[in-house]
T-cell receptor, first 114, second 111 residues
Framework: SAVISQKPSRDICQRGTSLTIQCQVD?????MFWYRQQPGQSLTLIAT?????????ESGFVIDKFPISRPNLTFSTLTVSNMSPEDSSIYLC???????????FGPGTRLLVL | GQQLNQSPQSMFIQEGEDVSMNCTSS?????WLWYKQEPGEGPVLLIA?????ELTSNGRLTAQFGITRKDSFLNISASIPSDVGIYFC???????????FGPGTRLSVLP
């Protein structure tokens, strides 16, 4: 299975600032995703990070708030812009393993906005 | 949109007991995944199911793909303290579509 790492693992940020989260996979994958997990909740898909084109956002999430980069098949970034306390969550990177119907998650980035 | 329900929402069991939980959907899925998430960690894939009626084991864990394709079950035998965590199910109708995640079952194991 793919090994996924995320940076930072956690951060405490001031409102109004932005944080960029990095996701690195140890193998090339076609599909990479970003999820949000609010405290005590399940996983909500933010967007699919597409290599070479703009990310595909789910309803309720917009590019201005959550810009995403996908420069190659092993790396992606998610930026949480103009943060407010409501953005305090765990942000998870995920990949679909090519040709197999499985999805793996990174360890997550725990964000607290004050 | 598609939604998954998980039952029970939470459970407290004694160490050594067996555990059963399920996941139901109003839609048919062709892939079911079961994850475990421990505090401070990302979800870890436990079992993947691809065929109606399929029964798959991973150590003390056994999961089944319901014949109706609208449900899946996870059983844990002889629970131990390290089984504590939140168990999520996820389903997908077709490859290329996004997985839908259930709300999770929170498991606590009492020594």
């Amino acid at each position: 299975s793919a090994v996924i790492s995320q940076k930072p693992s956690r951060d405490i940020c001031q409102r109004g600032t932005s944080l960029t989260i990095q996701c690195q996979v140890d193998s090339q994958v076609t599909m990479m995703f970003w999820y949000r997990q609010q405290p005590g909740q399940s996983l909500t898909l933010i967007a699919t990070a597409n290599q070479g084109s703009e990310a595909t956002y789910e309803s309720g999430f917009v590019i201005d708030k959550f810009p995403i980069s996908r420069p190659n098949l092993t790396f992606s970034t998610l930026t949480v812009s103009n943060m407010s306390p409501e953005d305090s969550s765990i942000y998870l990177c995920s990949v679909d393993e090519d040709n197999r119907e499985t999805q793996y998650f990174g360890p997550g980035t725990r964000l607290l906005v004050l | 949109g598609q939604q998954l329900n998980q039952s029970p929402q939470s459970m407290f069991i004694q160490e050594g007991e067996d555990v059963s939980m399920n996941c139901t959907s109003s839609s048919i899925f062709n892939t079911w995944l079961w994850y475990k998430q421990e505090p401070g960690e990302g979800p870890v894939l436990l079992i993947a199911l691809y065929k109606a009626g399929e029964l798959t084991s991973n150590g003390r864990l056994t999961a089944q793909f319901g014949i109706t394709r609208k449900d899946s079950f996870l059983n844990i035998s002889a629970s131990i303290p390290s089984d504590v965590g939140i168990y999520f199910c996820a389903g997908r109708r077709n490859y290329g579509q996004n997985f839908v995640f259930g709300p999770g079952t929170r498991l606590s194991v009492l020594p």
